[in-house]
């Protein structure tokens, strides 16, 4: 694999050509998992209100590593790999439950909720034959642990355990763009899961790209939520890895748009979709928060979530949407929020769009000849702070830092033919 990663190299030192090599190679794929996801990156887990009571727990993904998030008896919340020591069995196959004590069905050796090894059948042997060796030391072979740490409910962690603090990961800019977001206790409302025949990048370009969304997705543009010509940035953190995109609309612009629009294209049959209430005192229409490398909170008019991104296979990714509320949100406001949850998912207004999209991107390059690349300049080849969304900018900001942590330098200078 190394020879391999030396020989790749990325076209441009403006990251505004992105090679297809890296959707479609298993040796990129392989490096991604050991440098990205068992690196010193920070990855959501869960939400605190999930694991709420001691001994409640949900089995996540770090990447391809299963992982385990628990509540422990005294309160506090510890991750493990959902790993048993002894064979590597998978011990936890729930999505999520509340137990005191894992056993592994193989052998039954049995752990902790904070994954620590607890007892082995027959460690002392039976009568007089077998047994584990005199030294063997159930406090050396517990679940591997993950660092662990929160804001504002939300519970992130890492597989290295050298990591810097979240907080510092995070940056300034986004911590206080998700206090904002995250600024009371939260409710889970729901959840949708769904699988995709793409790489798991396509999908955080995607995420990443304010230009695509009024084109490809027409209800946005229709109803109010994003149009080009609103007010909006597009933000690159401290790190030049994560970004936050803001649409910024204005009560009486929305109705107009909407006022405007409505002759375009086929009516609601159910128009309370859209008596949304004010979400929040930044005016904010669309808040996208991207999290390096794959964790992005959302807040598409009523709608708040954080979708997780798990990469199965160089061409296969599962996304776990987490719709959320506030503990306070009234019933017609938790209602709402269920109601406009509908855009997203499976069958939503808007996800089985991108599910289209990113799948034919994803075909039409692994089927490619001349291996290529795509080509990234709306807005510019910076990555500066811009105060509109008529750019790509977020995704050269992830290529960037991408590329730099694979260690793929770039090949060329400037502009890429």
């Not at 050991?34 to 999930?50: D, K």
């Not at 969304?213 to 109010?224: I, K, Q, S, Y």
């Not at 808040?287 to 979708?307: D, E």
């Amino acid at each position: 694999m190394q020879d391999q990663m030396q020989e790749r190299h990325w076209p441009t030192d403006d990251y505004t050509r992105t090679p297809y090599w890296v959707f479609t190679e298993q040796d990129v794929f392989d490096r991604e998992m050991e440098v990205l996801f068992r690196g010193p990156n920070w990855n959501y887990l869960a939400l605190e209100c999930e694991i709420a009571t001691p001994g409640d727990f949900v089995t996540r993904f770090v990447g391809t590593t299963p992982v385990v998030v628990q509540r422990a008896p005294d309160g506090s919340i510890s991750a493990f790999v959902n790993r048993c020591s002894h064979k590597g069995m998978q011990v936890v196959r729930e999505l999520s439950g509340n137990r005191r004590s894992h056993i592994c069905p193989y052998h039954q050796w049995c752990y902790t909720s904070e994954g620590r090894l607890a007892s082995v059948p027959l460690q002392k042997g039976d009568s007089g034959h077998g047994g584990m060796p005199d030294d063997f030391d159930k406090a050396q072979h517990g679940m591997r642990p993950l660092k662990v740490d929160t804001i504002n409910g939300v519970i992130f962690g890492t597989l290295d355990l050298q990591a810097p603090a979240l907080r510092d990961y995070l940056g300034e800019k986004v911590v206080t763009r998700l206090q904002h977001t995250l600024r009371k206790p939260l409710r889970v409302s729901g959840y949708h899961r769904h699988t995709l025949k793409a790489n798991w990048k396509l999908f955080a370009e995607n995420s990443r790209d304010a230009y695509h969304a009024p084109m490809l997705h027409p209800f946005l543009p229709t109803f109010g939520f994003m149009n080009p010509s609103d007010r909006g940035a597009c933000e690159i953190s401290e790190s030049g890895v994560h970004s936050i995109i803001s649409v910024f609309n204005d009560a009486e612009d929305s109705k107009t748009v909407r006022g405007q629009q409505s002759h375009r294209g086929p009516q609601l049959d159910d128009p309370t979709l859209m008596n949304g209430f004010k979400e929040n005192d930044l005016g904010l229409s669309l808040n996208i928060v991207s999290i390096f490398p794959s964790t992005l909170f959302t807040c598409v008019g009523n709608t708040l979530s954080v979708r997780q991104i798990r990469p199965k296979a160089v061409g296969v990714v599962e996304l776990l949407y987490t719709h959320f509320g506030f503990e306070d949100d009234t019933p017609e406001q938790r209602s709402m929020r269920r109601k406009q949850s509908n855009l997203f998912g499976p069958a939503g207004y808007v996800a089985i769009e991108d599910v289209e999209a990113l799948e034919l991107t994803q075909s039409a390059i692994a089927k490619g000849e001349d291996r290529g690349h795509s080509i990234i300049e709306m807005g510019g080849r910076g990555v500066d702070d811009q105060s509109h969304v008529v750019t790509e900018l977020p995704i050269r900001g992830f290529w960037k830092g991408y590329s730099t942590l694979m260690g793929y330098t770039p090949k060329l200078n400037g502009q890429s033919a």
